[in-house]
């Protein structure tokens, strides 16, 4: 990656028109003990200062007419209503994202949302909440740092459905420390039972950085058993299959009609433009982000007009192994085809093609006509998966630093 002291605007190509838009709100009421995504705690930060900012990153870089614009943090819900205002406002001037997006996410906690600001973010376009409800133990939302009750949460969904949203995804963690299969199948029973569009149930994962991971190391957590996990993943397919929400990645379920637009283009290794701090932005053969730091990305802003903080260049058969990598989390898999198509890839020879044949022989994908799947078996070992390609097109790294 580059020293940021070289970069310049130039050093990523301005996103065209249509690129899928991700706007990073860093602001939480308190950073929760898992999370790994660059956030910080409201108290004392300058938002408005943090959003005039954003607004003459918007003017700079925002492409287009996006097809999608997705608000994540951090906490989005946080910002007033009259902050949303303006901050539509001021998108709308620089996009017209209004016209040309098929689907506006903002991703909600309970205790920033009710039903006024569900109301009013739905005025201002947005089409889909989603809304971290994580857990309807109370031990372990403790555990996890949130500052909501189970009952808070329900009602911030309900809150959104008065509000008149036809598009709510939850989500939820399993494989909690010291959560046990019963407790898993009551509790999101009792989710399904509100009747959600799309739900996100994530394996908790023990991220760098961050202080599950220093307590695991500690000993004062202990990670469930990889059978255990497994029988939580099966219980959790099982049970939002019964509920009408289609499986169509590892991790995210849908009714028909409310799958995640934004995130399937990540999934398809498509361009899209990140502002914010942290965010990331992939245009062409180009990726860079921003500064995991809000004092960071306002400086650089006031001095250059922009934030770019690091960028790469991915080679063809880096591009190939992630098209790989993403394409197989969704359960319609992909084509070689398409997985060429994706990344640009353009050599007679597909080195790909080698690997996924052998992971059908080793069980691990099915052939369903042209396309790769991952079968049960695999499911569980994505990563694995993922990096059997890695190792085979880019033994030595899967960027260029320029």
């Not at 109370?138 to 808070?152: C, P, Y």
Request: proline fraction near 6%.
């Amino acid at each position: 990656m580059a020293g940021h002291a070289e970069l310049s605007i130039e050093s990523l190509p301005s996103a065209p028109a249509g690129t899928p838009l991700y706007v990073h709100l860093p602001f939480c009421v308190f950073k929760c003990h898992y999370c790994d995504f660059y956030s910080i705690p409201a108290e004392g930060q300058d938002i408005p200062g943090f959003l005039a900012t954003l607004e003459q990153e918007i003017a700079a870089r925002a492409p287009q007419s996006p097809t999608t614009v997705f608000f994540g943090g951090g906490t989005p819900s946080l910002l007033s209503i009259e902050q949303w205002q303006r901050l539509m406002a001021v998108l709308e001037e620089h996009t017209g994202f209004r016209s040309s997006a098929q689907e506006i996410t903002v991703e909600c906690n309970p205790e920033s949302l009710d039903e006024n600001k569900a109301r009013a973010l739905l005025d201002l376009g947005v089409t889909r909440l989603s809304i971290g409800l994580q857990s309807l133990r109370a031990q372990t939302l403790q555990q996890f740092g949130r500052v909501h009750s189970a009952n808070e949460a329900l009602e911030a969904f309900r809150a959104a459905r008065r509000a008149g949203c036809r598009s709510i995804n939850l989500d939820v963690i399993f494989a909690n420390p010291g959560q046990t299969a019963a407790q898993w199948r009551v509790d999101l029973e009792r989710i399904l039972e509100e009747g959600p569009d799309h739900l996100a149930a994530y394996n908790l994962t023990f991220e760098e950085a961050t202080p599950f991971l220093r307590w695991l190391e500690q000993g004062k957590l202990q990670a469930l058993p990889e059978e255990l996990e497994l029988e939580l993943a099966e219980i959790t397919r099982e049970l939002t299959t019964a509920a009408g929400l289609r499986p169509y990645e590892i991790s995210n379920f849908a009714r028909d009609g409310h799958a995640c637009h934004h995130n399937i283009n990540y999934w398809h290794n498509g361009p899209y433009a990140g502002l914010g701090p942290s965010a990331v932005s992939k245009i062409g053969n180009r990726r860079g982000g921003s500064a995991r730091s809000l004092p960071l990305y306002q400086k650089r802003m006031a001095q250059r007009g922009h934030a770019l903080d690091w960028s790469e260049t991915l080679d063809a058969q880096a591009r190939l192994a992630e098209t790989w990598w993403l394409g197989l989390r969704l359960t319609e898999g992909l084509s070689a085809r398409e997985a060429r198509e994706r990344a640009g890839f353009q050599d007679p020879t597909d080195p790909a093609v080698p690997v996924a044949e052998r992971l059908v022989q080793a069980g691990w994908l099915q052939r369903a006509g042209e396309r790769f799947q991952l079968t049960t078996k695999g499911l569980p070992l994505a990563d694995a998966i993922a990096s059997e390609f890695f190792s085979t097109l880019v033994p030595e790294g899967t960027a260029n630093p320029t």
